[in-house]
Structure formats: C-alpha cells, structure tokens
C-alpha cells in the first residue's frame, strides 16, 4: 500500500508506526510525530491545538497508550515520547 493511500490506514497503524520510531531511535518529538504522520498517513491522524501547537490525533494516542504503555513516557518538558529506563517514575507522564 502506497503510504500516502489513507483509505486503509487505521489509528492503531498510524500508533505501530510510532512505537517502531520510538523503538529504533529511542524517542519521537511530538513535532516530527505530528510532520511525519501527516507526510505519511495524511491530515486525518493529526491536529492543531487550541494553542496553536501540532498534535497528533486523540484517537491515535489512544492506540498508541494501549499498545505502549509499558515500555514508553511521555516527557512533558521536552513534548516527546521515549523509551522507559529504570530510573523513571511510575506512570506514563515524566516531568
């Protein structure tokens, strides 16, 4: 399937996509989540917050929590996500 072809894409398709990222390179910033699912999945799975920022879609996110919850956190200061190491607190959020 073509990558840019949406019609078959599905948000847990869409969330597998990150967590390979995530996998490969050890962290995923929401602003190449953001440019990267739209460049490859399409404008659907994507979205601008009411403060302007780039977002990746709710229900992306919600695949993407079932399928990594335990081996990835959010970083809320630096807004990416990266593999868990040891040291980090329980929970998905880190600060």
């Known amino acids: ?38 460049k490859r999945f399409g404008s659907n799975f994507t979205s601008i917050s009411n403060s302007g920022s780039p977002s990746v879609g709710k229900s992306v996110l919600t695949a ?8 990835v956190i959010w970083e809320r200061s630096d807004k990416k996500w990266r593999k868990r190491e040891f040291y980090d607190a329980p929970g998905r959020q880190q600060h």
Do not use: C, H
């Not at 847990?12 to 390979?20: C, F, P």
């Not at 993407?64 to 081996?71: E, L, P």
């Open 1 to 38: 399937m073509p990558e840019n072809s949406t019609d078959a894409i599905t948000p847990t398709a869409v969330a597998e996509w990150m967590l390979s990222v995530i996998q490969e390179q050890g962290e995923l910033t929401q602003n190449n989540a953001f440019y990267e699912i739209n």
């Open 64 to 71: 993407f929590r079932k399928i990594s919850d335990d081996v």
